[in-house]
């Protein structure tokens, strides 16, 4: 049967000392729910967490990250046959202006035929596996914002040349 949880009871279990403490999004992997009280689980916390929204610009795709600093990550294209991706530094949505600060996880992975990459000034953070598997990735220019580029952020891409304009790379 599934087992449901009183938000204390998730609170000492998150927090019980001696164990491990349990990231949120992994909950669902220790517990046996059935599938309906799973989705609505998940529903209720997208609704009711401080999630944000994902949109789409001139076929790419975006997640905001902070409302109050209009931030933006980079999440991919709509189109993965693409061969060049110029990331913009700011992109509008409803009306707000938001600087583009970051590239997620996975968010350009197995573009086989991207060739190429510009990523903005505004860009601080490159997540792991961006741009993993991209086997026709020749050309990167990297901006001036740039302070860190995760571990596998380029696993298994053929680059040839790579233009840097910052300085702090972690």
């Not at 997208?46 to 999440?75: P, Q, R």
């Not at 590239?103 to 601080?124: F, K, M, T």
Request: negative net charge; aromatic residues 12%.
């Amino acid at each position: 049967g599934a087992e449901l949880l009183t938000p204390m009871a998730l609170f000492n279990l998150l927090n019980v000392e001696g164990k491990k403490k349990l990231a949120p999004s992994r909950l669902f992997y220790h517990f046996t729910f059935q599938k309906r009280i799973r989705q609505w689980l998940i529903a209720l916390l997208f609704i009711f967490s401080n999630t944000l929204y994902a949109f789409e610009v001139d076929g790419n795709n975006y997640t905001i990250t902070s409302e109050t600093e209009k931030t933006v990550s980079f999440d991919g294209c709509n189109n993965s046959e693409t061969t060049e991706v110029i990331i913009p530094e700011s992109v509008i949505f409803e009306g707000n202006a938001y600087s583009v600060t970051s590239i997620e996880w996975g968010a350009c992975r197995d573009y086989n035929n991207l060739n190429s990459i510009v990523i903005p000034n505004s860009v601080v953070s490159i997540k792991k596996y961006a741009f993993e598997r991209c086997r026709n990735l020749k050309h990167v220019v990297i901006g001036s914002g740039t302070k860190e580029i995760l571990d596998e952020a380029f696993l298994n891409c053929p680059i040839d040349y790579v233009e840097f304009h910052c300085t702090e790379i972690k």
